[in-house]
């Protein structure tokens, strides 16, 4: 889901590549989740850092502005209508399982494609800031984003994800791909994280019912009242970042900095895999495919969906399915800014015209 840099870092497609998989993972762990206590632990487990390191990702890899360096509005644009696109295929796929269509959630609602049109937030919020100092931006982000949780609304412009996830960008784009390696190439920080990575592995499993309820924390779509944990709830969403920061390093530090065959390239894909898999998943659920692994047994059934979410996952990862994408964002890429800064003007004004329309 981010851009390349050269000399190519192959750590990162590996981290990618990884953390694809378990957002596929995830998907496929929250459709059993209220029925299997396997799944709703793996469910915990992916959600507690997934969306978080992407969000990291990209904004370790996007070019810091300068004075002559311009906001690249047609990019901005471009995962604006990857958002719509991908916000209208999810669509079909529920109106062929029965379910309405909702103009007002145009641009709202907690479906896959909000990471599209956070991200295009980020981008044009980081030009905006460009000149406040890193350390008092990355301070208030955390601030904003613990107090995020007291908004009456939470779904609408995805503004909830968009200020929640924001710390995360803010780290990664006042960081460089180069100081991040560096760092976890440590062997105390390697070790540190495969320890910390075993035991919340192990935590998310043994103790499902403590841990299960910070899900709604994790997925950044929630208000604090829709929690159902007793206690400040200020204190839980720290408690979150924490978990997701050190998971991000963690992760980041246990992953080989070496070209696999085969795999680190298909680590330079997550888009498409991100893109298409979630409307693939509820595809599978209308034409009762899902339903063919329960007869296999207990937990037979289980092991072989989390081995077929990997599989969709990797099967995704195949350039084929990132080149249609790739080219749009290309294609978008030589329209004048003047005519992207409109499109982008009109995605926003229609969502916002659906939302007072038809609520």
Not at 11 to 22: G, H, M, Q, R, S
Not at 141 to 157: D, K, R
Request: charged residues 15%; hydrophobic residues 55%.
């Amino acid at each position: 889901m981010t851009e390349t840099t050269k000399p190519r870092i192959f750590k990162y497609d590996n981290v990618k590549l990884l953390a694809i998989i378990l957002v596929v993972i995830g998907s496929f762990a929250n459709e059993f989740a209220d029925k299997s206590d396997l799944f709703s632990s793996w469910f915990v487990f992916c959600s507690s850092f997934t969306a978080p390191l992407f969000v990291f990702l990209s904004g370790l890899f996007q070019k810091q502005y300068t004075a002559d360096r311009k906001l690249n509005l047609c990019k901005i644009t471009a995962y604006l209508l990857l958002g719509v696109l991908l916000k209208l295929l999810i669509a079909v796929v529920r109106i062929l399982d029965g379910d309405e269509l909702w103009f007002d959630e145009f641009l709202s609602g907690s479906g896959m494609e909000w990471y599209l049109f956070v991200i295009a937030g980020y981008m044009a919020t980081m030009y905006l800031l460009r000149s406040v100092n890193r350390y008092v931006m990355l301070a208030v982000s955390v601030v904003i984003g613990v107090a995020a949780g007291f908004l009456p609304f939470s779904e609408f412009l995805y503004i909830m994800r968009y200020l929640v996830f924001l710390p995360f960008y803010v780290a990664g784009y006042w960081l460089s791909p180069m100081k991040v390696r560096r760092f976890t190439h440590r062997l105390n920080v390697k070790l540190a994280g495969v320890a910390f990575i075993f035991i919340y592995f192990v935590l998310c499993f043994r103790e499902r019912k403590t841990l299960y309820p910070l899900q709604i924390l994790f997925t950044g779509d929630h208000c604090y009242a829709d929690v159902p944990l007793e206690g400040f709830t200020v204190w839980y969403r720290l408690l979150c970042y924490g978990i997701s920061a050190v998971l991000i390093i963690s992760v980041t530090a246990c992953v080989p900095n070496r070209k696999f065959p085969v795999l680190t390239k298909l680590g330079r894909n997550t888009l498409g895999v991100y893109f298409w898999h979630y409307p693939i998943v509820l595809l599978l659920w209308y034409l009762g495919v899902m339903d063919l692994f329960i007869p296999l047994g207990d937990p037979l059934w289980k092991y072989l969906m989390l081995v077929a979410a990997a599989a969709l996952a990797l099967l995704l990862s195949l350039p084929i399915f990132s080149l249609p994408l790739r080219k749009l964002i290309e294609l978008i890429g030589r329209i004048p800014r003047k005519v992207c800064l409109i499109i982008a003007l009109v995605i926003i004004a229609g969502a916002v015209i659906a939302r007072i329309v038809f609520a």
